[in-house]
């Protein structure tokens, strides 16, 4: 399998539980952010972005909420399924091409 | 089935070797980019395209070359110049080159034998 995200760090939750991913952004300019969900040895899925003029917005499943005094952005799952294990990370951009993507954190789903 | 395709999925280089990573796109999107990803990392730009026969340079385009010259068509090439090639391509599109939703493709790993 596809060896991105051997050293990433790792959130464990129980099937069923919420889970919550950390994210802090670089740059206060940025005005666009999105979550992506990467499986092994698979590309990123697009799973929900957020304008900079919001704090929140929900999705089927996920909300992501933007905290932009610290520079903070975080993924909500809810009702986690084994489905969900993943790395997932974020990604910034204040200007056309330029887009910052982050290490990731692992989420393993446990039965 | 609208997407982003890459290809091959796997692709050994030997040492010297210049290759060429596909990727191809029905979505029809304006910009399109590479990302070289490696483990640790977050996604490194190596090329971007705005539109078809305009495209620049990225982050860590040395040893990399490009061309645009269909809509859907956005071909990398690893050059015998790119010291460390061996990691987990991505190709990517989005509908402008604004700050847009980039939709990925199923990425190409490059090992260097």
């Known amino acids: 399998g596809e060896s991105v995200g051997l050293h990433l760090p790792t959130l464990s939750v129980q099937e069923g539980d919420n889970s919550i991913i950390n994210c802090a952004y670089s740059?206060?300019?940025?005005?666009?952010f999105i979550w992506y969900k990467q499986e092994s040895g698979k590309g990123p899925q697009f799973i929900i972005d957020?304008?900079?003029?919001?704090d929140k917005r929900q999705g089927q499943r996920v909300t992501v909420l933007l905290n932009k005094t610290v520079k903070h952005l975080s993924l909500q799952i809810a009702a986690t399924q084994p489905g969900d294990s993943a790395v997932y990370f974020c990604?910034?951009?204040?200007?056309?091409?330029?887009?910052?993507f982050g290490t990731g954190t692992r989420l393993k789903v446990l039965a | 089935d609208g997407g982003i395709t890459q290809s091959p999925k796997y692709l050994f280089r030997k040492e010297g070797q210049n290759v060429t990573l596909s990727c191809e796109q029905n979505?029809?999107?304006?910009?399109m980019y590479w990302y070289r990803q490696d483990p640790g990392q977050g996604l490194r730009l190596i090329y971007y395209s705005q539109i078809v026969n305009d495209f620049q340079k990225g982050d860590i385009a040395e040893g990399y070359s490009v061309s645009r010259e269909k809509k859907e068509s956005f071909p990398l090439t690893v050059t015998s110049a790119q010291k460390n090639p061996t990691a987990f391509y991505l190709c990517a599109s989005s509908i402008t080159g604004a700050t847009d939703t980039q939709y990925f493709g199923p990425g190409t790993r490059l090992t260097v034998l």
């Open positions: 990604a910034e951009t204040r200007a056309a091409y330029k887009y910052i």
């Open positions: 957020i304008r900079s003029n919001m």
């Open positions: 740059n206060s300019a940025s005005d666009y």
């Open positions: 979505l029809n999107h304006d910009a």
